[in-house]
Every structure is written in structure tokens, then in C-alpha cells.
């Protein structure tokens, strides 16, 4: 992974990347809090699994912003209460590259472009969008992989009930060298028997554009990639 971005850099990436988060949050109250809760259990892995803290922040990040291709997705399939049909979930299988295109719009964010691209990738080549398998997925997207999965089943959803957190443990545990990396799952649940992570279930964040429509949300993510593109350029 790239180093740190510079320091002069520093404040307006993380607003940047506070605001991006906030706004996919603010869109559907079950996922609140779902983007800075796996950017912790992230960061936490990527701590347990003896990286450095400059290639855990960035892990951190990156991992805030995994989902930011789904503000572009409707309303009536991300908070559908019945199961998705096979076109609707295809549809929604679309929001890795999605993210990226968003991303790559921004100068310095190609270190996040691996985790938002490929944090759905399972290591048997059974995830999506590209079948890959092992190695072929970079450490950071296997971590954001497991703390995905791990809030996910732990966190209500318009279509389910949360489930428990021995039962989605149970979960990584039974999928563990399938969907999960082995080294990766054995240590988010030794940080977890630990309790490393027992406060982090409770971050909510406050979902200040929750005002934006989703369109208007998009437009101006966009905008504020150009803003932040061209601060990029002029300071080079």
C-alpha cells in the first residue's frame, strides 16, 4: 500500500471522506453507523495482524468508504423489505466498480480503490464482481471483507432481524477459508474474544445529510471530488 497522503492533504481527505460516508449512511437508517463500524474492526485487524499504523489508517479509510457505490443506488432496492429479485440483486452486485469510478475521480485515492472494488471478492473466487480467489485479493480487501460480513449479520436490516454475535461468529468460523481468509478470520475473532471490540457496536454517527435527496447526494459527491481534485493538482 501507498504511504500516508501529505499532511497538508490530511484534513480535507478525511472530511472528504467523513461527508461521503455520512451521506450513504443518512439514506437508510438500518445501515446507519454501518460504514465507521467496519472501518474500526478494520482498523483493529489490520493492528492484530501486525501492520504498521500508517497501513491501518489507510485500511480504516478505506474501509469507510466500501460501500460509497450504493449512493447512487435506488431507494426502492436498497430498503426493500422483501428479498431481492435475481435483476435487483445484480444490480446491486454493481456497486464495487460503481465506487471506484467514484473514487478515481479523486487525486490520492487510488490507495482505497482495492478495498472499494473488491471487499465483496470471497477467497474460493465465489464473491463478485470478478471471480478472483487467494492472493489474487489484496490483504485489505480480505480484512474489510470479515468486518463487512461481521457487521452485516450483526445489524437490523429492512429485510431481517439482526443476528447474534455468537451466531456470526459461528458464521466466519463455518466460512472461514471459503468466503473469509483464514489468518484474517482467526484474528478478528481473537481481537473479539479479547473484546477489542466490544464499544464499537454502539458508534452511530449523527447523519447530517440525511436533508439530501440521492440524487442531489450524488451531484454533490461529485462536486466535491472536483474541489478536491483540483486542490490536489495545485499543490503539487
Known amino acids: 500500500m501507498a504511504g500516508?497522503?501529505?499532511?497538508?492533504l490530511e484534513q480535507p481527505y478525511l472530511q472528504f471522506v467523513e461527508t461521503m460516508a455520512q451521506a450513504l449512511d443518512a439514506r437508510d437508517p438500518y445501515t446507519a453507523g454501518h460504514s465507521i463500524r467496519v472501518a474500526e474492526y478494520s482498523y483493529g485487524i489490520a493492528l492484530g495482524l501486525g501492520l504498521n499504523e500508517s497501513q491501518a489508517r489507510t485500511i480504516r479509510i478505506a474501509a469507510q468508504l466500501h460501500d460509497i457505490g450504493k449512493i447512487g443506488m435506488p431507494d426502492a432496492i436498497l430498503q426493500k423489505r422483501e428479498q431481492l429479485t435475481r435483476e435487483e440483486f445484480s444490480f446491486i452486485k454493481l456497486h464495487p466498480q460503481i465506487g471506484r469510478r467514484i473514487l478515481e475521480r479523486v487525486a490520492g485515492f487510488d490507495k482505497y480503490l482495492s478495498v472499494v472494488e473488491l471487499h465483496h471478492e470471497n477467497v474460493d473466487g465465489s464473491g463478485y464482481p470478478y471471480g478472483i480467489s487467494g492472493h489474487q485479493i489484496p490483504l485489505e480487501a480480505r480484512i474489510v471483507r470479515v468486518a463487512d460480513a461481521f457487521d452485516a449479520m450483526t445489524s437490523d436490516?429492512?429485510?431481517?432481524?439482526?443476528?447474534?454475535?455468537?451466531?456470526?461468529?459461528?458464521?466466519?468460523?463455518?466460512?472461514?477459508?471459503?468466503?473469509?481468509?483464514?489468518?484474517?478470520?482467526?484474528?478478528?475473532?481473537?481481537?473479539?474474544?479479547?473484546?477489542?471490540?466490544?464499544?464499537?457496536?454502539?458508534?452511530?454517527?449523527?447523519?447530517?445529510?440525511?436533508?439530501?435527496?440521492?440524487?442531489?447526494?450524488?451531484?454533490?459527491?461529485?462536486?466535491?471530488?472536483?474541489?478536491?481534485?483540483?486542490?490536489?493538482?495545485?499543490r503539487r
Open 4 to 8: 500516508e497522503h501529505p499532511l497538508h
Open 157 to 234: 436490516r429492512s429485510y431481517r432481524p439482526r443476528g447474534t454475535e455468537d451466531w456470526a461468529r459461528q458464521q466466519i468460523i463455518e466460512f472461514s477459508g471459503r468466503h473469509f481468509d483464514r489468518m484474517v478470520a482467526a484474528t478478528f475473532l481473537k481481537l473479539g474474544a479479547e473484546e477489542r471490540f466490544r464499544v464499537i457496536g454502539d458508534v452511530m454517527p449523527a447523519p447530517t445529510l440525511a436533508h439530501i435527496r440521492p440524487a442531489s447526494q450524488m451531484q454533490h459527491l461529485l462536486q466535491l471530488s472536483d474541489v478536491l481534485a483540483e486542490t490536489a493538482t495545485a
